[in-house]
């Protein structure tokens, strides 16, 4: 399967480079006051209506193709990030830790309305606010 993937990417990026050249290849809709000034429009490859139908049709096929290679990566990156999850990466569960003051209670260490023992300097949590019971 790694081989297939492979040839949707190299073809993926082949057409994103075709579409980029044809699209700077057609002319825009104000190109004809341009074409004016010896354009020469019946001797084009194309005939005297010009290349504009050719890339056209050439153009939106390309961009269909664009669009299915896209989608068939998406569906390998869904089906790698599948694989990668029943190959036993663990899974992080929270566990909540008991409020300082129930530890100290538990330990027989606190009474009832007594400060803390460490500032909130010396503890280096500044952020952490006691708990009152």
Not at 103 to 121: C, F, N, V
């Amino acid at each position: 399967m790694d081989w297939m993937e492979t040839l949707v990417v190299v073809v993926h990026v082949v057409i994103a480079v075709a579409l980029v050249g044809l699209i700077l290849i057609q002319q825009g809709k104000g190109a004809d006051a341009g074409a004016a000034f010896g354009g020469g429009a019946s001797q084009t490859v194309f005939g005297s209506q010009g290349s504009g139908s050719f890339l056209t049709r050439v153009t939106s096929i390309l961009a269909l193709v664009f669009f299915v290679t896209s989608f068939s990566l998406a569906i390998f990156a869904k089906q790698r990030a599948e694989v990668a999850g029943q190959a036993g990466v663990p899974v992080v569960e929270q566990v909540q830790e008991s409020a300082p003051a129930e530890q100290a209670a538990d330990e027989g260490g606190s009474e009832e309305g007594a400060a803390p023992s460490l500032s909130e300097e010396e503890s280096g949590d500044g952020d952490a606010i006691p708990e009152l019971e």
